[in-house]
C-alpha cells in the first residue's frame, strides 16, 4: 500500500539563544536540534502513534507536518507532493487535506464563537461554496453524537468531552486524509477517554482516513494505533507493530515506558524498569547513544558511537530499533 504520508530526514532546529549571546559567548552552534532526521510513512487509513516523554519533539513533528513550523532538512511528502518549502496559498489545498486535533479541549477553541460558529468557520476560510456552512455544521455535530442544540452554546459551556467531541467535529469539516490527535485524551475522565477513542475509531473506519496520535498515554496507543513509534530527544529509538513491540520491546528505554504503564489487573506481578537521572538537555545532548546516561545496561561503547537501525528479524523487518545492547526477541 502507498503512503499517504511520507517522512524522510526530518530536521527541525530552534535558536536557543540570541544572536548578541552567542556572539559574546562565541557559541559556535546557538541552536537546538528538536527533531533529528526522523522518517515514517503512513498509509489511508492506518494509525501510527508517537510515544515519548514531555520535551521529546512529538508535538514539534505534528506542527511541522502542518506547516506552523519549518523544518531545517528533509522532506515532507502528502500524497505524492513536497511539502516542505510550500507557502502561503500553495499549501492552503493541502492544509485542508490534514486536520489537527490540539491538546487543550476547550483552550484550543475561541471562547467568542458558538459551536456552530466553529464548525462554519473552516468553510469561509477555505472558501468552499456549493454547500450551506450552517447545515455542514448541524450534520457534524450528529455525526459526533451531539444534539444539533448544542450549535448555540460557547465553548465554556462544554464539558470536556463535549469539547473533545467538537474539536474532533471541526477537524472533519473538510473531509481531510488525515487527521493528527494531539494528546486526544487529555484532561478527560477515563469514561469519557473511552467514549472519544471509540468514536475517532468509528469515524476511521467509516472514513478512512489516516491518524496521526500523539500521546503519551500508552493505554491510548495499545487501543488505537497500528503502528508506535517511541521518540527520546528527537530521534526514534524503535518504531514498529503496535502489538509487537507491546509484546518484545528491544530498546531499554520502551522497556521502562512499558513497564511504567498502569496495569487493569490488580493481582499482576509488575517487574518495574526504572529509568535513572534526569532527561539530558538539548543543549547537551550525551554523546553516542543518547539514553546510555540512564540506561542501566549501558557499556562503554554506548558512550562513544551512535547504534545504527537494526531490523528485528520478522517477516517484513518493519520492526526497527537502535540499540548496541538489545533486549532479546
Keep these: 500500500m502507498s503512503a499517504l ?31 533529528c532526521g526522523v522518517s515514517f510513512d503512513i498509509c489511508k487509513g492506518e494509525t501510527l502513534g508517537l510515544v ?15 506547516g506552523l513550523v519549518y523544518a531545517q532538512e528533509g522532506s515532507i511528502r502528502f500524497d505524492g507532493q513536497e511539502l516542505t518549502g510550500l507557502i502561503g496559498s500553495a499549501r492552503k489545498p493541502y492544509r ?22 466553529l464548525l462554519m468557520e473552516p468553510f469561509r476560510i477555505h472558501g468552499i461554496t456549493g454547500r450551506d456552512p450552517a447545515a455542514e455544521a448541524d450534520r ?9 442544540e448544542f450549535g448555540r452554546r460557547y465553548p465554556h459551556q462544554l464539558s470536556g468531552g463535549q469539547a473533545r467531541r467538537v474539536g474532533v467535529a ?37 472514513l478512512g482516513i489516516a491518524i496521526l496520535i500523539i500521546t503519551h498515554n500508552l493505554n491510548v496507543v495499545r487501543h488505537m494505533t497500528d503502528r508506535m513509534a517511541i521518540m527520546y530527544l528527537g530521534r526514534f529509538v524503535e518504531v514498529g507493530p503496535t502489538d509487537a513491540i507491546f509484546e518484545r520491546p528491544r530498546h531499554p528505554y520502551t522497556e521502562a515506558l512499558l513497564s511504567a504503564n498502569p ?7 509488575l517487574d518495574r524498569v526504572e529509568i535513572s537521572g534526569e532527561v539530558p ?17 549501558a557499556q562503554d561503547i554506548c558512550g562513544r558511537v551512535f547504534p545504527q537501525p537494526t531490523a528485528d528479524g520478522g517477516e517484513d523487518g518493519s520492526h526497527v530499533f537502535k540499540c548496541h545492547f538489545p533486549l532479546p526477541a
Design 96 to 117: 485542508r487535506r490534514m486536520a489537527m486535533m490540539f491538546q487543550d479541549p476547550v483552550g484550543s477553541l475561541s471562547p467568542r464563537l458558538t459551536v456552530r460558529s
Design 170 to 206: 471541526r477537524a472533519l469539516a473538510l473531509e481531510p486524509d488525515l487527521i493528527i490527535a494531539d494528546e486526544p485524551t487529555a484532561g478527560l475522565d477515563v469514561s469519557v477517554q473511552g467514549e472519544v477513542l471509540n468514536l475517532l475509531s468509528r469515524l476511521q473506519r467509516e
Design 263 to 269: 496495569e487493569a489487573d490488580p493481582d499482576a506481578v
Design 140 to 148: 457534524l455535530l450528529k455525526m459526533v453524537g451531539l444534539p444539533v
Design 281 to 297: 538537555s538539548l543543549m547537551m545532548r550525551p554523546s553516542g547513544c543518547e539514553f546510555h546516561t540512564r540506561c542501566r545496561y
Design 52 to 66: 515519548g516523554e514531555s520535551g521529546s519533539g512529538k508535538s514539534t513533528i505534528a506542527r511541522t507536518l502542518m
Design 5 to 35: 504520508l511520507s517522512v524522510n530526514d526530518l530536521r527541525v532546529r530552534f535558536r536557543a539563544m540570541s544572536r548578541l549571546k552567542a556572539m559574546a559567548t562565541r557559541a559556535e552552534d546557538p541552536f537546538i536540534d528538536a527533531v
